[in-house]
């Protein structure tokens, strides 16, 4: 019962140990500002995407005429 309670205590001061470490927090941010750079820029390229389609479009057909 004695072994039970200090398994059990130890337990505790280890997730209690976890909870205050603060090393990972500078990475987590960095992660969640990564992500939202790439969301953005996912949306970005999606909404101009037939832009840029046409401006390489009119781009080779310019440069096929002065090859012709």
Not at 32 to 48: C, D, K
Request: aromatic share 8%; charged share 20%.
């Amino acid at each position: 019962m004695v072994e039970a309670q200090i398994r059990w205590k130890n337990a505790l001061w280890r997730a209690a140990a976890i909870l205050r470490d603060r090393r990972g927090q500078g990475m987590v941010e960095y992660v969640l500002i990564a992500a939202l750079l790439g969301l953005g820029a996912v949306a970005t390229m999606t909404l101009l995407k037939d832009e840029v389609t046409a401006l390489f479009t009119r781009l080779a057909n310019t440069l096929k005429a002065y090859t012709n």
